[in-house]
């Protein structure tokens, strides 16, 4: 039996659901990823690009392009992550990285490239009907897991914003498709996501403020 055999082989049955090895080991993993995102880790890259090799198994088992597409497009933006963050942590005073709210022209990027990329290859899978089974969601998904990653990688606090959309398409999708552990991790990652938005939050609002009375300092 070959890895891929194994890695797309049935790890157990529940509730009519059965639940594949490549599909619960990738989303453990990309769980732990998140979670040390929120703890801004620099491990959280290697730990997405593993997830991202393991699930791409999953997502071509299940014939879902965009899922496919997806999890390249992790491993290709966990690279480049890694090594934002690496630079990232040797200007951040704590040791860890330095996050910011992005500016409005940012926040405007992100919307209008998700929206126009969601438009694109939402248009692809419609015309290649064998790239997908369910073209829209699986585009959107696929687009706005690179607008997530992409904030993530710049230290944005909207990155958990974009998680969240994509979260609130990813969960039935992937119970439709017949992946119930990634659903049920994608609805894990709803409440992480929710928690990670928070603390990434304060403590961007917490770094304003002690930056507030240097800037004054050197004003006056």
Known sequence: MSAFDWLNGDAFAAFGQHVKWSDMLGNLI?????????????LTWPAQLLSGLILVTAYASAQLAGGVGKQLLVIVVAVWGWQQWRSGTRRAQDGHVAIRFATWRERGVLAAGTAVGTLAVGSLFTLVPSLSWNPWPDAYIFVGTLAAMAAQARGLVEFWFAWLLVDLVGVPLAFSSGLAFSGLVYVVYLGLVLWGMRAWWLHSRRHTAQQQPVLEGVAA
């Open 30 to 42: 990309g769980l732990l990823a998140l979670a040390l995102g929120w703890r801004r880790s620099l």
